[in-house]
């Protein structure tokens, strides 16, 4: 039987984990909003969005206390948002069709940015949670001297 002093920062850090990489993609799109070619070359950049999945712990394989429970979170993929490109005029575009459209990404800098923002906070909530903790763990230790 396994016992862990503060199951709380172990989930706490998979959460800071899930929010670094969630500001990274934010990030990432912010950098391919005027890209208008993809690694592939077809077509624009498309948004990316991170999908996470709760990870539950198994009591039976973990030789826990029996106590099934949350135990952080995981990314389970990270996704292509296939919303149509936005088309804008610009004939002087190297990437122009006749028309002088340009098949932009479907990246919306505001919806990113509020994204990013969600990703900080969430971190910083993480990050006390871990502080917590530590802090508890360090006044039990002191009790038990």
Known sequence: MSFELIPAMRIASSGLAAENARMTVAANNLANVNSTKDVTGKGPYQRRELVFQAVFQDALSSGSDGVKGLDGVKISSLERNDSAPINTYMPYHPAA?????????????????VDMVSATRSYEANLSVIKQSKDMAKRMIDLLK
């Open 97 to 113: 069709d006749k028309n002088g459209m340009v098949a932009m990404p479907n990246i919306q800098p505001v919806k990113e940015m």
